[in-house]
């Protein structure tokens, strides 16, 4: 129905040069309309490294979106980095930085450009400071618990079962 009404209108044609402003022969001319380009989404999705020494002087790379290239600046550890410092890629999708010196424990990482802020969580650990890494102790000590046992359990086994000298 809305089609056949759109293509009524559309054989219409322009309005004569004297037509009358009121006239209800003539369909309205275009209304003019504002183009409003929305402003880039400013976003994170990841940090690499997550943690890092509190000496600083290593390279932060974080990707997401909305970054530009000569307009993002960084605030991490209550320390401004201009952009200058912040090296961002053509399609505005990574940025990398070297972290400076900071006291050990989680600070925020915040990426700033003029349509935007993004944040984060970044993990500065102390010298000396080991990751934990790998799989959890409780097997191995369940694993060693069990042999135990098992070795416990043989040794009573085979001394019912030696001979007993005989009694006279």
């Known amino acids: 129905m809305l089609a056949l009404a ?34 880039p989404i400013v976003g994170i999705n990841s ?26 600046g960084v605030r991490i550890c ?14 505005g999708d990574t940025l990398t930085f070297t972290a400076p010196a900071c006291a050990a424990g989680q600070t925020q990482l915040l990426v700033s450009t003029p349509t935007g802020e993004a944040s984060t969580v970044f993990d500065y650990e102390a010298e000396g400071a080991l990751p934990v890494t790998g799989s959890s102790i409780e097997l191995p000590i369940t694993a060693g618990a069990a ?9 009573l086994l085979t ?7 005989l009694q006279r």
């Open 6 to 39: 759109l293509a009524g209108l559309a054989s219409l044609g322009a309005a004569p040069a004297n037509a009358a402003p009121d006239d209800p022969t003539v369909p309205a001319g275009p209304v003019p309309t504002q183009s409003v380009e929305p402003a």
């Open 47 to 72: 940090i690499d490294p997550q943690s890092g020494s509190t000496q600083g002087g290593f390279t932060i790379t974080v990707t997401g979106v909305g970054f530009a290239p000569g307009q993002t």
């Open 78 to 91: 209550d320390i401004d980095l201009p952009p200058a410092s912040v090296q961002v890629d053509s399609t």
């Open 147 to 155: 042999l135990v046992v098992a070795g416990g359990l043989a040794l």
């Open 159 to 165: 001394r019912r079962r030696s001979p007993r000298p």
